[in-house]
């Protein structure tokens, strides 16, 4: 979480910003959209689950993989830390600490296997939003929004990657009943992994984070970025 910075601006104004790009690539400088490693790196914790699941091959590290990432690194720490008064003199009059009672423990043993872990992350996607408000620390309740909206659109992005239908099946029975024949039938969308089925991207989580309580958050740089 460390690489996860704050500046204050001479308005007073909090910007964050990630750090520590070593290992990033610039996108328009690679040859494909293919990942540039055959490894699945990454700190267990804040990994994707599908970088995590043992019955996939071959994926390909996508956008919302990141965000993901940035999921479980807003959940870890609204629920394993507290503020606590610095005994600094100069700097913050205030710093984070682990709480005398984090959850989501076993998120961090070593001796958990990826497969666990893959499992462990798809339940508490799924868990009722009254279980996560549950887990988040006193001292951030004001995130509970953002962590059971955020949840909430995993949860549905996993529903619709389970309801997609086997492209077997469409192959041996086509796209289903003719719409001009029954009116009171719309065309689902198809399901697409590049964005869990639209659930997750860079504007559901724009839309989700744009407001804390009742400020609206600023953007230092509003990109028009796709998805």
């Given at each position: 979480?460390?690489?996860?910075?704050?500046?204050?601006?001479?308005?007073?104004?909090?910007?964050?910003?990630?750090?520590?790009?070593?290992?990033?690539?610039?996108?328009?400088?690679?040859?494909?959209?293919?990942?540039?490693?055959?490894?699945?790196?990454?700190?267990?914790?804040?990994?994707?689950?599908?970088?995590?699941?043992?019955?996939?091959?071959?994926?390909?590290?996508?956008?919302?993989?990141?965000?993901?990432?940035?999921?479980?690194?807003?959940?870890?720490?609204?629920?394993?830390?507290?503020?606590?008064?610095?005994?600094?003199?100069?700097?913050?009059?205030?710093?984070?600490?682990?709480?005398?009672?984090?959850?989501?423990?076993?998120?961090?043993?070593?001796?958990?296997?990826?497969?666990?872990?893959?499992?462990?992350?798809?339940?508490?996607?799924?868990?009722?939003?009254?279980?996560?408000?549950?887990?988040?620390?006193?001292?951030?309740?004001?995130?509970?929004?953002?962590?059971?909206?955020?949840?909430?659109?995993?949860?549905?992005?996993?529903?619709?990657?389970?309801?997609?239908?086997?492209?077997?099946?469409?192959?041996?029975?086509?796209?289903?009943?003719?719409?001009?024949?029954?009116?009171?039938?719309?065309?689902?969308?198809?399901?697409?992994?590049?964005?869990?089925?639209?659930?997750?991207?860079?504007?559901?989580?724009e839309r989700v984070m744009m407001r804390?309580?009742?400020?609206?958050?600023?953007?230092?740089?509003?990109?028009?970025?796709?998805?």
């Amino acid at each position: 979480m460390s690489n996860i910075m704050y500046r204050v601006d001479e308005n007073s104004d909090c910007f964050g910003v990630p750090n520590d790009f070593n290992l990033a690539s610039l996108r328009e400088d690679l040859e494909s959209d293919t990942a540039t490693s055959s490894q699945r790196t990454g700190t267990p914790p804040f990994m994707a689950m599908d970088l995590q699941d043992p019955d996939t091959k071959d994926v390909r590290h996508l956008y919302r993989h990141d965000l993901e990432s940035l999921f479980y690194v807003l959940v870890m720490f609204v629920v394993r830390h507290k503020i606590v008064n610095s005994k600094k003199r100069d700097g913050p009059a205030y710093a984070i600490h682990l709480a005398d009672n984090p959850q989501l423990e076993a998120w961090f043993d070593a001796k958990k296997r990826w497969e666990d872990l893959h499992a462990t992350k798809t339940t508490f996607c799924m868990k009722k939003p009254a279980v996560v408000k549950a887990m988040i620390q006193p001292d951030f309740k004001c995130f509970e929004p953002w962590v059971t909206q955020l949840k909430s659109l995993f949860r549905k992005g996993l529903n619709a990657r389970d309801e997609e239908e086997p492209e077997e099946l469409r192959t041996m029975f086509g796209d289903g009943p003719d719409i001009d024949e029954e009116p009171n039938m719309k065309p689902k969308a198809r399901y697409t992994e590049e964005t869990m089925g639209d659930y997750i991207t860079y504007r559901t989580f724009e839309r989700v984070m744009m407001r804390l309580g009742r400020e609206r958050l600023k953007l230092r740089y509003n990109y028009d970025i796709r998805p």
